[in-house]
Structures are given as C-alpha cells and as structure tokens.
C-alpha cells in the first residue's frame, strides 16, 4: 500500500511532470496533446493542495474523491492519443502516466499515517 503522505508528494511531482512534459519529450506544439497533459497536471497540483491529506492547504476535498479524479484523468490521459488523434505524434509518455495516475490510486491507503480517517 502507498500511504496518503506518499500519495501527496507522487501527486505534485506527477503534477509538475505533466506541465514539463511537452517541452522535455519535444511535443509543445500548441496541440491537445500538449495542452491536455498540462491542463491535467495544473489540475493535479491544484486538487492536491485542497485535498483532506497531509500535504495539502485546504483539506476540503475528500481523499476518496481525489482517488476517483486521479483514476479518471488517468485514463483520459492513457487513451487521449487514439482518442483525440494525435498517437502518430506521441503516445507514450500519455499512455505511461495516465496508467501509473490508474494504478497508484487504487495501492492508496484510505488512512493517513497521523490515524485519521480520509474517507
């Protein structure tokens, strides 16, 4: 299992890869599939701060919540590249993050290492 401290800082660097990853993986073309990654990851970033876990600001979304956007936007990202028509692009690093945004989620603990209940 991944504990909700974990799953915080997986969250913000997951967030700030999604935002670089056009300019690192040279796919910053204007396109969806530049955009949507970085939409995505300023959403992440943006979720997390307000998210009822230890590495937030506002503990006002409940981490159960959280888990169910996380898996959602996981699976956008994983099949935007067929889905929006760009894999002839790049494909791999929306594929690879959104199935990690899939799996991480579900080895999240429901408990925060402090014992309160996120749920």
Do not use: C
């Not at 974990?6 to 396109?31: C, K, M, S």
């Amino acid at each position: 299992m991944i504990n909700t401290r974990t799953h915080g800082i997986i969250d913000y660097v997951t967030g700030a890869l999604l935002i670089v990853a056009p300019y690192l993986f040279d796919f910053a073309n204007g396109g969806i599939e530049q955009w949507l990654p970085q939409l995505l990851g300023a959403m992440t970033i943006v979720m997390s701060l307000m998210t009822n876990y230890e590495l937030s600001v506002a503990k006002v979304i409940p981490l159960r919540m959280h888990l169910g956007v996380d898996m959602a936007s996981g699976l956008l990202l994983a099949v935007s590249p067929w889905l929006f028509g760009f894999a002839d692009v790049i494909w791999w690093p929306h594929l690879v993050v959104g199935l990690m945004e899939i799996v991480v989620p579900l080895m999240t603990s429901r408990t925060s290492r402090m014992g309160a209940d996120h749920i």
